[in-house]
């Protein structure tokens, strides 16, 4: 299955078009016209090799759904050409080798839902994933899907038009109470919060392990706040974050 949306300034609406049409669509989302049904109805849009950037309908991002571990997840091809996910991991391996819901935040492994609590928090587990500590995000083992390292992170905020804008087009529409983003891609970053052993950030900001190992105690993570960067920072690797996976190509 696949969504489509439609990508415009500081606002991203979906889009369904009436059974009568299908969309001509070209490789990088912009939409060249509409045209009476075919065959391709069933996805509501037709894939062409042409370009459509400075003509048309304006632009989409073909959203689809992904088996990764053993959940169902929206993915989508970002601007830097990879399929990214477009929700937080939720995953636990079944070998018991990352500890759910520890007492100590300082487990090599470890996973978290907020409070400590799924059955009370379930509705924010499903929403904002799971937060590893980056000990556990290096050891998930998803086939065809990887944690990204720094320099895919730096690809995508490049394609994004730069770290000093990346952080607002990346993020979700709603829920943030320090600003909400235009979501220009459908990456729909949510404020996931947590830092340490606190939980208080929730709605104000999140941050995203990377592959990247800065020193022995401390790991690379995308940090995004207040304001429209997506930073790179350095954190202890007992933190709990949020994790988006990476295609492998």
């Known amino acids: 299955m696949s969504l489509l949306q439609f990508t415009k300034p500081n606002r991203q609406v979906a889009y369904a078009p009436p059974q009568a049409y299908t ?3 070209d490789k990088n989302g912009y939409i060249g016209d509409k045209k009476p ?14 370009d459509y950037s400075q003509s048309g309908l304006g632009q989409v991002t073909p959203l689809k759904y992904s088996v990764i571990g053993d959940k169902e997840y929206v993915t989508a091809i970002m601007p830097d050409g990879k399929e990214w996910m477009a929700e937080n991991l939720d995953f636990l391996p079944s070998d018991g080798s990352i500890a759910k ?4 935040i300082i487990s090599n492994a470890a996973a978290w839902y907020y409070g400590r609590d799924e059955a009370t928090f379930g509705w924010e587990g499903k929403k904002y994933g799971l937060l590893y500590n980056w000990y556990a995000a290096k050891a998930l083992t998803i086939a065809g899907w990887h944690l990204p390292s720094t320099s895919e992170w730096d690809a995508l905020a490049t394609a ?17 109470s320090s600003g909400n983003g235009t979501d220009n891609y459908g990456f729909c970053a949510f404020p996931a919060g947590r830092y340490g052993g606190s939980f208080d950030f929730l709605g104000s900001d999140t941050r995203f392990w990377t592959s990247s190992e800065y020193n022995s105690s401390d790991a690379y993570c995308r940090y995004q706040g207040t304001d429209a960067e997506l930073h790179l920072y350095s954190s202890n690797k007992s933190n709990g974050f949020s994790v988006r996976l990476v295609k492998d190509y």
Do not use: M, Q, R
């Open 23 to 25: 969309l001509t669509i």
């Open 37 to 50: 049904a075919d065959g391709y109805t069933h996805y509501c849009f037709k894939e062409i090799f042409s």
């Open 101 to 104: 819901n520890p007492s100590s």
């Open 160 to 176: 994004c038009g730069g770290s000093s804008v990346a952080g607002t087009k990346l993020k979700s529409t709603t829920d943030w």
